[in-house]
T-cell receptor, first 111, second 113 residues
Framework: AQSVAQPEDQVNVAEGNPLTVKCTYS??????LFWYVQYPNRGLQFLLK????DNLVKGSYGFEAEFNKSQTSFHLKKPSALVSDSALYFCDQDSNYQLIWGAGTKLIIKP | NAGVTQTPKFQVLKTGQSMTLQCAQD?????MSWYRQDPGMGLRLIHY???????DQGEVPNGYNVSRSTTEDFPLRLLSAAPSQTSVYFC????????????FGPGTRLLVL
């Protein structure tokens, strides 16, 4: 069965340090991969996506993600974390409208 | 554009009651979907629609009905609420084709007693 794994329930990072939120997927063919962010008591907001082309994808708020086909990963990264980046992050795989979501990773940025 | 709107924001129901969660979008998106969000489980797809008059079941459809009479509206009906349906419900929409980015509403928090 297809699945998306976010292996860390929570990631803690000091402000100013680089951050990584991990996501691995399992699908045959070419996956469409997304990252969304959810701030407290809000709906999800689109951050970035990989459809095809360059493996390094740049998105909103300084985030980027690297598509790695050999490792079936799509990790979210940011060079320098801000306290305002604290939120819940979801990885999503879209294959012919079969949407598969990761369980989410809570990112906490400490001042 | 208002984007995707949902009403109500919060609702308390008693077991066995029925209600309709409203969702509307003004972006002329053909695809719309309903999710529920539970702690530690991410988002689970309840029902989705690829256009007016067309709906299909997602991962967890039991206990929910939908209809899509217009492009703009996609209401979710709970026929007989159960405590297991206590959750946060999100509606989302997107264009068809390769532009797969979803736009989410602010959510409806439902408590079933």
């Amino acid at each position: 069965a297809q699945s998306v794994a976010q292996p860390e329930d929570q990631v803690n990072v000091a402000e100013g340090n680089p951050l990584t939120v991990k996501c691995t997927y399992s699908v045959s063919g070419n996956p469409y991969l997304f990252w969304y962010v959810q701030y407290p008591n809000r709906g999800l907001q689109f951050l970035l996506k990989y459809i095809t082309g360059d493996n390094l994808v740049k998105g909103s708020y300084g985030f980027e993600a690297e598509f790695n086909k050999s490792q079936t990963s799509f990790h979210l990264k940011k060079p320098s974390a801000l306290v305002s980046d604290s939120a819940l992050y979801f990885c999503d795989q879209d294959s012919n409208y079969q949407l598969i979501w990761g369980a989410g990773t809570k990112l906490i940025i400490k001042p | 554009n208002a984007g995707v709107t949902q009403t109500p924001k919060f609702q308390v129901l008693k077991t066995g009651q029925s209600m309709t969660l409203q969702c509307a979008q003004d972006m002329n998106h053909e695809y719309m979907s309903w999710y529920r969000q539970d702690p530690g489980m991410g988002l689970r797809l309840i029902h989705y629609s690829v256009g007016a008059g067309i709906t299909d079941q997602g991962e967890v459809p039991n206990g929910y009905n939908v209809s899509r009479s217009t492009t703009e509206d996609f209401p979710l009906r709970l026929l007989s609420a159960a405590p297991s349906q206590t959750s946060v419900y999100f509606c989302a929409s997107r264009r068809p084709g390769l532009e797969k980015t979803q736009y989410f509403g602010p959510g409806t928090r439902l408590l079933v007693l």
